[in-house]
């Protein structure tokens, strides 16, 4: 849990977190056995809204205060937040916590005006009903008709999932979205860098399993008969063909009777047979109807050589100035041997390396075989542009209603045409989900302050503990050594920690954090009043002929880099990506901010250290720009060549850092890097 009353720069450091718990393993809770579990936070947190909670003495009140919290939003994926909430999965009928759209069929409608959210009283009368049936078939009705089960979150006054049980940015879209656009879409990675599976051969549904007819066991039995079912076969000569469906006969001859006599039915294949019917009738009957089907999966057509455009998004990732706050992505993108790609990566190659290979291969001004071939590329960049557009907002530090409604639209324009443009593929429930981030955007504000990159750092801190794998056991280790952890951060920080401790702390940092290790450059230290001063101790230099036509003196302390604001900045013969930055001219903020390049960091008569840069160069008028048809993608087309002339900029006129990439001798892309 995070304190919303904190400033976001340190509401998420782990010394400010509070862990309520950890639920032992090694499987998650199932249906509404998670309400044992969160039962006492819930009964705190009932208390801290009533009644509220007294403290003897704050920093701000000597003579204390009452206090009332409350829960604001509960950030979890899509699963994780059913199972909480205790509502029907994403793959139900009732695919959406939110909105009043039913059905699995209507996943795909973009008429977002006409969307209501779900009655937060109607949904409480359904959980209360549900809680108080007398029986569990009772219960098991009740839920199919509503996809309501009881949470302990209904026993808050103010509960309101609509609005509360929000829709998170980094699984949604990074892990949904883009993975899926990527993956399936563009086609440009396998499933999964581990995974050896394949996409079944074809289509089956069995419905739905009537209530109370079988047991647990069985039901997962007929998951698994549709897997075998589904699953290639062959290619391969007749002997092949026959030893694969042999195969498949031996593993359903190890499924119970109960389900295959339900797949048989419902795949209209009941063996016709005179007398008892036996489980190998059903297993032969079953075989026979898969004989009917397609082999294997039909070969999907791509209208682009996938491997023009993975080696153009690989050239691009190697050759791209970046500076050095900015996460790594794999160098071999699309291989197996990548490993699995993570949120922020994803965030990554969509928002800066796939959509600057895609545009510098199909966009405006490129040449292709045909014009049909070069209009079917513009589409499919297009629409790739859309989702591009969506996560630049969606992932904005700042966020205004303008902003908050362009997402939206872009949302709204990239599923209203996939299915149009990627006929074979159908929309999933991440597709509806990713539009009500537009209510979050507008309720919680920007979505860094409330997605669940935090939370999953610190569950990757809390797995990195060392325990003895004894269920019952591991789980006090973990929650003890973290908070251990936290007091001791929260210890070094105070004001009165001895200088003594303090080195300590350095040391601790060197070992347990790698922001601190990244970088053996000795940067100036964090500002004051946005001047960074000089150390009265630095000496001076003799300065360069070009600098000299700049400054006028013969003498001045040279660095090779400037930290500000937390951010590293550099010459560009010390650090090409750090040195690459837009400003304000100097200084005016009515301007739009131009690129730059620091060529020297340079101290004034003042001692305030300022940077000498020189500015890329415009395109001329005859020039076509392929990224301006994008306004919500901030790149830009410059010539390659920087101006001779030098001229100040002040560290705090900057805006951001750029990301660079040579299209050619004459030509270069910039993209801003501002968050904002």
Request: proline share 6%; hydrophobic share 40%.
């Amino acid at each position: 849990m995070a304190c919303l009353n904190l400033p976001a720069d340190i509401r998420y450091k782990p010394e400010n977190m509070y862990v309520a718990g950890i639920i032992p393993g090694p499987k998650q809770p199932s249906l509404e056995n998670l309400n044992h579990y969160i039962r006492p936070l819930i009964h705190d947190l009932v208390d801290a809204w009533q009644r509220g909670i007294k403290f003897s003495k704050t920093a701000c009140y000597p003579h204390g205060r009452l206090t009332r919290s409350a829960i604001a939003p509960v950030v979890c994926d899509l699963p994780a937040a059913r199972h909480i909430a205790s509502m029907a999965g994403v793959g139900s009928h009732f695919y959406c916590s939110v909105c009043d759209c039913y059905h699995k069929s209507t996943c795909g409608r973009v008429d977002f005006e006409k969307w209501e959210l779900r009655d937060r009283a109607t949904l409480r009368e359904y959980a209360e009903q549900w809680r108080d049936a007398a029986s569990s078939s009772e219960r098991e009705r009740l839920f199919k008709a509503h996809g309501v089960r009881y949470s302990e979150l209904w026993r808050l006054p103010y509960w309101d999932p609509s609005r509360q049980l929000i829709i998170d940015p980094m699984h949604c879209i990074l892990e949904g979205l883009v993975q899926h656009h990527t993956r399936y879409l563009l086609g440009l990675t396998s499933e999964s860098s581990t995974s050896t599976s394949h996409s079944p051969a074809f289509e089956c549904d069995f419905g739905a399993i009537p209530s109370g007819t079988m047991t647990a066991k069985e039901i997962t039995q007929i998951s698994a008969i549709r897997t075998l079912l589904v699953s290639h076969v062959g290619p391969g000569n007749s002997n092949q063909l026959e030893e694969c469906f042999g195969k498949l006969k031996s593993a359903l001859s190890h499924k119970n009777s109960g389900p295959l006599r339900f797949a048989c039915k419902s795949l209209h294949c009941m063996p016709q047979k005179v007398g008892r019917t036996l489980k190998i009738d059903y297993v032969k009957a079953l075989v026979d109807w898969r004989r009917g089907q397609p082999l294997v999966a039909p070969q999907k057509v791509r209208s682009f050589e996938t491997a023009e455009v993975l080696d153009r998004i690989r050239n691009i990732i190697r050759d791209t100035a970046t500076p050095t706050w900015l996460g790594s992505v794999p160098k071999n993108f699309g291989e197996a041997s990548a490993g699995t790609i993570k949120a922020d990566e994803w965030r990554s190659l969509i928002t800066i390396y796939i959509p600057i290979a895609l545009v510098s291969l199909w966009g405006a001004g490129t040449s292709h075989p045909s014009d049909e071939l070069a209009i079917r590329l513009k589409t499919i960049l297009d629409h790739t542009m859309e989702l591009v557009g969506a996560v630049y907002l969606a992932c904005a530090r700042t966020m205004t209603p303008s902003r908050a409604q362009a997402y939206r639209l872009h949302i709204a324009a990239y599923v209203g045409k996939m299915q149009k443009i990627h006929s074979t593929f159908s929309v999933r429930p991440n597709h509806h989900a990713s539009f009500h981030i537009y209510d979050y955007l507008l309720l919680f504000g920007p979505a860094h302050s409330w997605w669940c990159f935090p939370f999953e750092r610190l569950i990757g801190i809390i797995q990195c503990i060392p325990v003895n794998h004894k269920f019952g056991e591991l789980e006090n280790t973990m929650l003890l050594s973290y908070m251990k952890t936290a007091r001791l951060r929260r210890w070094l920080a105070r004001p009165d920690c001895p200088p003594a401790i303090q080195e300590c702390g350095v040391l601790f940092d060197r070992a347990f954090n790698k922001s601190a290790t990244n970088s053996t450059l000795e940067p100036a230290e964090d500002p004051m009043n946005d001047v960074v001063k000089v150390a009265d101790c630095a000496t001076t230099s003799a300065v360069p002929a070009d600098l000299y036509t700049l400054i006028r003196r013969r003498t001045a302390v040279l660095r090779a880099t400037l930290k500000f604001d937390g951010v590293v900045y550099s010459k560009a013969s010390t650090h090409l990506g750090n040195s690459q930055i837009y400003f304000y001219p100097r200084g005016d903020r009515s301007v739009t901010p131009v690129p730059a390049s620091i060529k020297y960091i340079y101290s004034s008569l003042t001692g305030e250290l300022l940077f000498a840069v020189q500015r890329h160069i415009p395109l001329d008028d005859h020039t076509v720009d392929p990224f301006s048809m994008y306004p919500d993608f901030p790149a830009k087309l410059y010539l390659t060549d920087l101006e001779t002339r030098l001229e100040n900029a002040k560290v705090s006129w900057v805006v951001s850092h750029f990301a660079r990439w040579r299209v050619s001798d004459s030509h270069t892309v910039i993209l801003s890097l501002s968050r904002d």
